[in-house]
T-cell receptor
Framework: AQTVTQSQPEMSVQEAETVTLSCTYDTSESDYYLFWYKQPPSRQMILVIRQEAYKQQNATENRFSVNFQKAAKSFSLKISDSQLGDAAMYFCASQNAGGTSYGKLTFGQGTILTVHP | DGGITQSPKYLFRKEGQNVTLSCEQNLNHDAMYWYRQDPGQGLRLIYYSQIVNDFQKGDIAEGYSVSREKKESFPLTVTSAQKNPTAFYLC?????????????FGPGTRLTVT
């Protein structure tokens, strides 16, 4: 079974500053995907960034980047030049790439990010 | 406009009644999923379907039932056997291909049972 742990229930950052959200996971699979999803107050889940476990290069999407440490099973999200619109709940999630359970997402507990003007 | 619709946005029911939550997608996705979200917690998988006329239990299937008669529809029934049905329910879909995993989410349904 997969588990995903987000140890920071809440984080805050000043506008234009950088913040890093932590995530650790556990899986017995060798091929899997990792995601960061954003859930703003509207509660619509939005995909922020995706990392394939077989890729060594860290994924980057504009102001969002990850630090993927496969051996440590760590997958942190860095938000640069934070904006007020980044305020949301952020979820880390893992997904097996094969087997009968492929496609299932396992979510962490979430981190509430507050952005101060 | 392609996407996932869930209706209604808010749903109120009396304890002991079954209630069905709607989820429709026009993305031509093979796979569909139902998640439950409780305050302060992440999403937990209730049921998922990788193909029409087939579905599997997720981590918290007890007290729920689903059907997948059409590719675009995956309704969730919350039965009276579900002990704590009040929650936010999210439906999602994905292409289902083993190498493409992004799940697209609907806007959710907030169910309140009193």
């Amino acid at each position: 079974a997969q588990t995903v742990t987000q140890s920071q229930p809440e984080m805050s950052v000043q506008e234009a500053e950088t913040v890093t959200l932590s995530c650790t996971y556990d899986t017995s699979e060798s091929d899997y995907y990792l995601f960061w999803y954003k859930q703003p107050p509207s509660r619509q889940m939005i995909l922020v960034i995706r990392q394939e476990a077989y890729k060594q290069q860290n994924a980057t999407e504009n102001r969002f980047s990850v630090n993927f440490q496969k051996a440590a099973k760590s997958f942190s999200l860095k938000i640069s030049d934070s904006q007020l619109g980044d305020a949301a709940m952020y979820f880390c999630a893992s997904q097996n790439a094969g087997g009968t359970s492929y496609g299932k997402l396992t979510f962490g507990q979430g981190t509430i990010l507050t952005v101060h003007p | 406009d392609g996407g996932i619709t869930q209706s209604p946005k808010y749903l109120f029911r009396k304890e002991g009644q079954n209630v069905t939550l709607s989820c429709e997608q026009n993305l031509n996705h093979d796979a569909m999923y139902w998640y439950r979200q409780d305050p302060g917690q992440g999403l937990r998988l209730i049921y998922y379907s990788q193909i029409v006329n087939d579905f599997q239990k997720g981590d918290i299937a007890e007290g729920y039932s689903v059907s997948r008669e059409k590719k675009e529809s995956f309704p969730l029934t919350v039965t009276s056997a579900q002990k704590n049905p009040t929650a936010f329910y999210l439906c999602a879909s994905s292409m289902g291909d083993k190498r493409i995993y992004e799940q697209y989410f609907g806007p959710g349904t907030r169910l309140t049972v009193t």
